[in-house]
Each structure stands twice: as C-alpha cells, then as structure tokens.
C-alpha cells in the first residue's frame, strides 16, 4: 500500500456517517474500505445498493484525481454513474477499488469492483468525471 499520510483529508460528512476509509491512493488508483454495519443494510438486511454506489463513486473520483501532492489538489464531479450488482457479501467488510481508464484535460473515465474481504465479488460501476475548475 502507497498511501501518503499526508494526503489525506479529513472525513467528510456522508464519509464519517457511512464510516468509509480511504487505505490506498496512487496515480489513476484508490481504494477505500467500509466495514459492514446494521445501519447501511436495506429492509432485506443487506447493504443497500446506495452504498456501493457510493464507494463505487468515491474510488473512481479520488483515482482520477490523485497529484500526489497536498499543494496542488484537484476535484473532480461526476457525470456518469453506472453500476453492476453481483451478488450479497459473505464478509465483514467491503473493499473498494478504483482506476481511472482514460480520458483527457477536462474528464475521465473511471472503474471501480467492490469485494468482501473473503475476496468475493459483490459489485462492479463505471463512471465518467469532469475536472473542477481551479
């Protein structure tokens, strides 16, 4: 893992409530972990799909922003948000990867799987970003 202390932020509101962790961030790569939790299953008693959504969101966004550097941040909005549900996670916590694929001055395009850490596969997303204006 090549995570910098430095570069990490402080939780953001929806980030403390949900109780995800960024682990991992490098160029055109994230990863950010959430261990499961009562509060985040749907009436069925399983995560609800909002929350991979949401990770799935988070580790493309944060894969396609990484500088390296606390000087020089960069944002970026998401344009596109399409997800794959797989199936229901068998662990205790979901692992959350992102890779940005391309793109070019102005957008992105990212990837993101969603495992347990038994290493099933529970979701898949793809999205396209636009870079925040300086």
């Not at 570069?7 to 991992?24: A, M, N, T, W």
């Not at 990863?31 to 609800?48: C, E, M, Q, S």
């Not at 996670?89 to 793109?103: D, F, N, W």
């Amino acid at each position: 893992m090549t995570l910098d202390p430095a570069l990490v932020e402080d939780p953001y509101e929806l980030q403390k409530l949900l109780g995800f962790e960024i682990v991992d961030w490098s160029e055109d790569y994230a990863r950010f972990d959430l261990p499961l939790a009562v509060k985040l299953t749907n009436r069925y008693g399983i995560p609800h799909g909002g929350v991979y959504a949401v990770l799935a969101d988070t580790v493309m966004g944060f894969a396609g922003c990484y500088t390296g550097s606390t000087e020089d941040r960069r944002l970026a909005m998401t344009l596109s948000l399409n997800m794959n549900y797989l199936s229901v996670p068998s662990g205790t916590v979901l692992i959350a990867e992102g890779r940005r694929t391309g793109g070019g001055r102005k957008s992105f395009f990212g990837e993101a799987t969603i495992r347990d850490d038994t290493g099933g596969l529970v979701a898949t997303g793809t999205g396209v970003f636009r870079y925040r204006s300086r």
